[in-house]
């Protein structure tokens, strides 16, 4: 049985983390699958020490026969995340393995600049050099980076199953906010706003998970959650916010509409369903207008669970399953 080996940040709060795991653990039929985690949070000196652990059992598990997978599916954001991945699928192609490069940042084309830039030929040169697939969570970044990389797949974030379909008792103007946390999730604007709807809501109650300490008694910080006690969040919830400056394809977004909860997102985060809605990038009014407005007439569930089918785990295999069929007939 073919294996596929996915190295990223496994180990580590967000996104990136629940892909992988999510996609290690539902491999497509036929294939297995193994996690290998190339990144903690801490200091730069935890993150190298991490980076060299990963680094030696990528070497012994390539020099073992019996251990060596066929695909390495590498899991990237923009900057050194990608510097060590480039080493790791150096390392794989020279042991005969077959590459793909999954592009997980919100960021990406930002950093590589243009195509001529230095970033952009070197990306170019291992990719080249390793014949890895180049994979892109939809089809806006591959617009973006198609032309400064070359050629691009779209597959998009898989959602775990238990999220499908999720019913629960929502809670009367109950907002949520879920994110590590970072300026770019907007946790500091979302309170700015949340304070200014109730002065038209007073009974709303908003949840942020990153955060540990709140500034208002009606707002609850979680810190970070399990996958459990997210899903009855997204299952209770009124509204889901999602502030952020920018994102690749957030993994909650595809959950809350599995659950079918509303979600009200930044016009910074590109090709959302069309039953998301959408507001413009910090602007405080219109935020506001939307949420007391969504909070009254809320989007359908059915809508959006209906807009969620494209992001089951089943789909998302099948999509896999043809990238590392084709990377093994080369």
């Known amino acids: 049985m073919p294996k596929v080996l996915h190295i990223g940040p496994c180990d580590s709060p967000g996104g990136m983390a629940n892909v992988m795991k999510i996609l290690a653990e539902h ?31 990528l070497i012994r598990t390539l020099n073992d026969p019996t251990q060596r997978p066929d ?28 590459i793909v490069v999954h592009i997980h940042s919100g960021k990406f084309d930002q950093w590589l600049g243009n195509a001529n830039s230095k970033k952009s030929r070197a990306m170019k040169s291992v990719l080249r050099k390793t014949g890895a697939k180049l994979v892109v969570l939809n089809e806006w970044w591959q617009e973006q980076l198609e032309p400064l990389i070359g050629d691009a797949i779209v597959v998009h974030n898989p959602v775990r199953s238990t999220f499908v379909n999720a019913g629960g008792v929502r809670n009367g103007n109950h907002l949520l906010l879920l994110g590590r946390n970072d300026p770019v999730k907007g946790h500091k604007f979302a309170m700015t706003v949340c304070a200014k709807v109730r002065e038209e809501v007073s009974d ?26 997210k899903l009855e969040l997204l299952q209770t919830a009124s509204l889901l916010l999602v502030p952020s400056a920018f994102e690749g394809e957030p993994m909650v977004v595809i959950e809350a509409i599995s659950c079918g909860l509303p979600v009200l997102c930044s016009d910074r985060v590109h090709s959302l369903p069309s039953a998301i809605e959408v507001a413009p990038f910090e602007n405080e009014a219109v935020w506001a207008s939307k949420i ?9 569930s059915n809508q959006l ?3 969620s089918k494209s992001f089951e785990i089943r789909a998302i295999s099948t999509h896999w399953n043809k990238i590392y069929q084709g990377l093994l007939a080369q």
């Open 71 to 98: 695909v390495v599916h590498l899991h990237t954001a923009a900057d050194w995340s990608w510097w060590r991945k480039r080493r790791f699928a150096l390392l794989a192609h020279a042991a005969g393995c077959k």
């Open 305 to 307: 669970r209906a807009q």
């Open 204 to 229: 709303l109650k908003v949840t942020m998970t990153g955060i540990t300490s709140s500034p208002y008694p009606w707002l609850e910080a979680k810190g970070w959650v399990s996958d459990e006690e």
């Open 292 to 300: 007391i407005h969504l909070l009254r007439e809320p989007t359908d």
């Open 27 to 57: 491999p497509p039929e036929g294939w297995e699958a193994e996690l290998l985690a190339s990144h903690v949070v801490g200091s730069p000196w935890a993150k190298w020490r991490a980076y060299r652990k990963a680094r030696s059992t």
